[in-house]
Structures are given as structure tokens and as C-alpha cells.
T-cell receptor, first 114, second 112 residues
Framework: NAGVMQNPRHLVRRRGQEARLRCSPM?????VYWYRQLPEEGLKFMVY????????ESGMPKERFSAEFPKEGPSILRIQQVVRGDSAAYFC????????????FGSGTRLTVV | AQSVTQPDIHITVSEGASLELRCNYS??????LFWYVQSPGQGLQLLLK??????LVQGIKGFEAEFKRSQSSFNLRKPSVHWSDAAEYFC??????????FGAGTRLTVKP
């Protein structure tokens, strides 16, 4: 019973490139959450998605960031035209139902912008 | 607004000694409270959670936490620390909508 799978584990992008981060939730989980962890900080909520729907994107930067969770396949967090300040660890979590706190986190994608 | 404060950025304890990590929260209603542990380069693992009921919560790896409403605290404790407990510990509060608010974390170092 695989946990939340994120890939890649590490991603290096030059300034101005696009970054695509993938998250496959646990089997049977249809709710996905993305968090960002900046160095020396805790996790900050970005977006909450269900299959084919964005439920809450109140933590997403207004520009360059987008997320999707299609009917088939993993959830994708997309960052366009990356800047140095986007360097962070991005974690995905999943749950079987809304408001089911204490969700399971993946191992994260560490994005480095050079 | 909901928030979590972990006053201690870094704590060092000797192996076998007791441990207490502090967590204070700010939330208008009865909170959902959590402790997670993160080993270097890894994701977060849930240690324990409090939703309601008994204010002393038992978790995995020998950890426990006590909810004290009067002090707005949810401190994590372990009676005897092992070297493998060295990690970053995060307290979090369920914010009543869809997200959790995390503290900045406490880094635990264990001396041999």
C-alpha cells in the first residue's frame, strides 16, 4: 500500500524555466493538498484540490503558480518562469475525505532555482 | 487568525533524558492539534493528534502530548529520548477550513 508519491525528489531549474511537480495520492484518497516549506520555516498551505476541482487556492501566489488534479493521473503543481525565491521544498498530502486532518505527506520535491 | 508558535528553535538533550517540546496555538474554537516529525530530507510523519476527549494523547514512538486549554498549549513529551529521535518537530493546528497551520519547527539534537 504505497503512500503519497512525489516526483521528482530533486529538481533544478534555471531562472525563467518552468517547474512541474507531481503528486500521486494514497490509494483511495481523492483530496490533495500542496504545501511549501521555505528554508528554516514551517510548512505553508498553498492549495487544496479534489479530482478535477480546485477547492481552496488561498495560499497560492497570484502569478506563475497553478495546480491541477485531473480525473486520471497525478496532481500537478506548475510554476512558470521560476525565480530564485521559488527555491523550496514542496510537499503534497492526501486524505480520503475533506477536513480529515492529520493527512499523510509525501517525501517532497526540493526545487532549486539557479 | 489561527496560528502556531513553537518558542524553541533548537533543543539539545542527552540520550536517555526526558524531552518536552513546546507549542502554543491561537484559535477561536476547540482546535484540532497535531505533532509531526521530519527527518532530514524526508517528508512529515504524524506522531499524534488531538481532536477532543482525553487531553493526554498517546502517539507513536513513545511520544505523548497534553492539551491545556487554559494555556493554549499542546506540548510534546517523551520520557527517554533515543538517538534516532533527532529530527525536526512541527506542531500544527487544523484551521477549520481545509488547511493546517504549522509552527516554524523545533530542531532536536540528541547527545550521546
Amino acid at each position: 500500500n504505497a503512500g503519497v508519491m512525489q516526483n521528482p525528489r530533486h529538481l533544478v531549474r534555471r531562472r525563467g524555466q518552468e517547474a512541474r511537480l507531481r503528486c500521486s495520492p494514497m490509494k483511495g484518497h481523492s483530496h490533495v493538498y500542496w504545501y511549501r516549506q521555505l528554508p528554516e520555516e514551517g510548512l505553508k498551505f498553498m492549495v487544496y484540490l479534489q479530482k478535477e476541482n480546485i477547492i481552496d487556492e488561498s495560499g497560492m501566489p497570484k502569478e506563475r503558480f497553478s495546480a491541477e488534479f485531473p480525473k486520471e493521473g497525478p496532481s500537478i503543481l506548475r510554476i512558470q518562469q521560476v525565480v530564485r525565491g521559488d527555491s523550496a521544498a514542496y510537499f503534497c498530502a492526501s486524505s480520503p475525505r475533506p477536513g480529515d486532518y492529520g493527512y499523510t505527506f509525501g517525501s517532497g520535491t526540493r526545487l532549486t532555482v539557479v | 487568525a489561527q496560528s502556531v508558535t513553537q518558542p524553541d528553535i533548537h533543543i539539545t538533550v542527552s540520550e536517555g533524558a526526558s524531552l518536552e517540546l513546546r507549542c502554543n496555538y491561537s484559535y477561536g474554537a476547540t482546535p484540532y492539534l497535531f505533532w509531526y516529525v521530519q527527518s532530514p530530507g524526508q517528508g512529515l510523519q504524524l506522531l499524534l493528534k488531538y481532536f477532543s476527549g482525553d487531553t493526554l494523547v498517546q502517539g507513536i514512538k513513545g511520544f505523548e502530548a497534553e492539551f491545556k486549554r487554559s494555556q493554549s498549549s499542546f506540548n510534546l513529551r517523551k520520557p527517554s529520548v533515543h538517538w534516532s529521535d533527532a529530527a525536526e518537530y512541527f506542531c500544527a493546528v487544523g484551521a477549520g477550513n481545509n488547511d493546517m497551520r504549522f509552527g516554524a519547527g523545533t530542531r532536536l539534537t540528541v547527545k550521546p
